[in-house]
């Protein structure tokens, strides 16, 4: 693995977060309902089960949470990269139907608030994450042609995420619990 087909892995990543997320924002401008339900399945499936606990369990809880997202994210590209692109794509597509929502219900200033503190950690770690399951799944395809093994190319994958992806997810959650409350309180 070079850091040049990490970094195209990556950005094929954000590419298709971002479409996704776009999808997401459209879909819920021409039909705020879609974006209603949306955010009672996020409510019900994720905040209900979060928020409720103190903001070293929420840390906790949500560094668990997003770890058990980006493994999901690495280890997909085990399916040739199908469920990587899958877990981005429904990720970006729930984040641009809620971020239209909030957006529509709050404004801008609040999504800023709400999101960018702990998300310039997290997001990055979420497309790196991609990434590295993408890459995993093209060294994948090249065993799959004899000219490659992907048990040894998975290696130094997996020691990047633990490098890279886990200290950002570490650092998003402590932020998320402690700092964006605080921010949030200040312009609500």
């Known amino acids: 693995m070079s850091e040049t087909s990490l970094f195209r892995a990556t950005i094929f990543a954000a590419a298709l977060f971002a479409v996704s997320i776009g999808i997401g924002v459209f879909v819920v ?11 009672t399945l996020f409510n019900e499936q994720v905040v209900d ?10 840390a906790g809880k949500l560094f668990l949470n997003n770890l058990a997202t980006c493994l999901l994210l690495f280890l997909g590209g085990a399916s040739l990269g ?4 899958l877990i981005l794509s429904v990720n970006g597509l729930l984040i641009g139907a809620l971020t239209e929502l909030v957006r529509q219900q709050q404004g801008m200033l609040f ?3 709400a999101l960018v503190p702990h ?14 399951g993408l890459l995993l ?3 994948l395809i090249t065993e799959w042609h004899g000219t490659g093994d992907a048990a040894a190319e ?14 950002l997810l570490a650092v998003a959650a402590v932020v998320e619990a402690f700092i964006t409350p605080a921010i949030l309180s200040m312009i609500a």
């Open 137 to 139: 799944g093209g060294e």
């Open 111 to 113: 999504i800023a608030a």
């Open 119 to 132: 998300g310039i950690f997290e997001i990055p770690a979420f497309l790196i994450a991609g990434g590295l």
């Open 82 to 85: 199908v469920v990587t692109m």
């Open 29 to 39: 401008a021409r039909d705020p309902g879609v974006g209603a339900q949306a955010a």
């Open 154 to 167: 998975a290696l130094p994958l997996a020691r990047l995420f633990l490098r890279v992806v886990v200290p």
């Open 49 to 58: 089960q979060l928020l409720s606990d103190s903001p070293p369990v929420l």
